[in-house]
């Protein structure tokens, strides 16, 4: 079983930044693939971002495409969202999650484990 704890979120300004991490328990976490997701009230939850085992492939959504980057270090059993330029639209809940077989992937039902998620309101 893997657990995951996110952290950093917060309030910021639009034009901020923010960086948001996740904590991942368990030996095995350098080969699973991550992902973030986020989801707004009121809406379903989105993809975000999502990378592979070793951090050479990353995905992510057009909407934080140029804006947001994932990163990890296995070393530390930790993902990170580095959040730039953040708009209002990118209010919402922001979640990690570990796909336990190493395949990067956008689909949320791929996903194994789940964190609780993190806050992160961005005021215009």
């Known amino acids: 079983q893997v657990q995951l704890v996110e952290s950093g979120g917060g309030l910021v300004q639009a034009g901020g930044s923010l960086r948001v991490s996740c904590a991942a328990s368990?030996?095995?976490?350098?080969?699973?693939?991550m992902g973030w997701f986020r989801q707004a009230p009121g809406k379903e939850r989105e993809f975000v971002a999502a990378i592979n085992w070793s951090g050479g492939r990353r995905y992510y959504a057009d909407s934080v495409k140029g804006r947001f980057t994932i990163s990890r270090v296995n070393a530390k059993n930790t993902v990170y969202l580095q959040m730039n330029s953040l708009k209002p639209e990118d209010t919402g809940v922001y979640y990690c999650?570990?796909?336990?077989?190493?395949?990067?992937?956008?689909?949320?039902?791929?996903?194994?484990?789940w964190g609780q998620g993190t806050q992160v309101t961005v005021s215009s």
């Open positions: 368990g030996r095995t976490f350098s080969s699973y693939a």
């Open positions: 999650a570990a796909e336990r077989r190493g395949i990067l992937t956008t689909q949320d039902g791929e996903y194994d484990y």
